[in-house]
């Protein structure tokens, strides 16, 4: 079975199992939660890494159906009744306008976008909404902080991949296990590490889709022409964020355009 025909089988028995659930497929080894078990709207994402991992090393021994129950089936009941529970594994993601209308109350609005919060829930993310924050009776300000904080720790055990050309570092992006890579933008030692990297306190970032970003000069015209059809690419392969780089120097954070044409 190839990884495309294991991804069809977890979505059509994940209809099977839950018919008043809704799922989409949303990216390699990913499938979107649109509708819980119980039939309560959600937006949810369900990662099959390691069920993938599992069939690979088990083959036809793997169950698919016990894995998909065992993750799914309690997933109205997996967000943490208490805040310091929950603290631990919260973490902003940027999320696109569609996810925002299914929400109807964004929380958090910086940049180019909007920035939502997850509880990264072993294989699959919760997006919290604001009732979830009452029920917590914890501010939005105590839920960046931590979320900015998680962050911190998760970019220090990513690895940043250079992207060089003639030995000289033009541009980087960032690779982790989990995560949408894009909200590495909210890092804390996001400006320093891109400053130390490309030796200018000046430069733009591209973020597509939330799975991607990445960095470079912001006078480097020539990697703006090399990244125009990654960027094309990126932002055909769902998810998408913005066609507009976001600036960063000195004075802070701005947006520029980038010229697809």
Known sequence: MTREE?????????????????????????????????????AHRLRLTRAWAAFCQNGERFDLDTYLTRVVGTIDH??????ETARPLLYPKLITSGLVKRQQRPLFYP???????????????????????EAWDIPEECVLAAALENLERLWNDATVVAWTIQDNIRAFHVEVTHGHKAAFILAPQFQERAADLLRTDDFSVAIPNRNFLV????????????????????????????????????????LDTLPLD
């Not at 998810?239 to 701005?254: E, Q, T």
Request: hydrophobic residues 45%; glycine residues 8%.
């Open 6 to 42: 294991f991804e069809a089988s977890a979505l059509l028995r994940l209809q099977r199992l839950y018919p008043q659930a809704r799922f989409l497929k949303a990216g390699q080894l990913e499938i979107a939660i649109l509708r819980s078990p119980s039939g309560r709207p959600a």
């Open 215 to 254: 960095t470079f000069g912001a006078h480097d015209e020539e990697f703006m022409q090399i990244l125009q059809p990654v960027v094309r690419k990126e932002i055909a392969a769902g998810y998408p964020l913005s066609r507009l780089l976001i600036r960063i120097n000195p004075d802070g954070y701005s």
């Open 78 to 83: 997996r967000l943490p009744s208490d805040w």
């Open 111 to 133: 940049l180019a976008g909007e920035v939502g919060y997850v509880l990264t829930c072993g294989d699959f993310d919760l997006w919290l909404d604001a009732d979830q924050l």
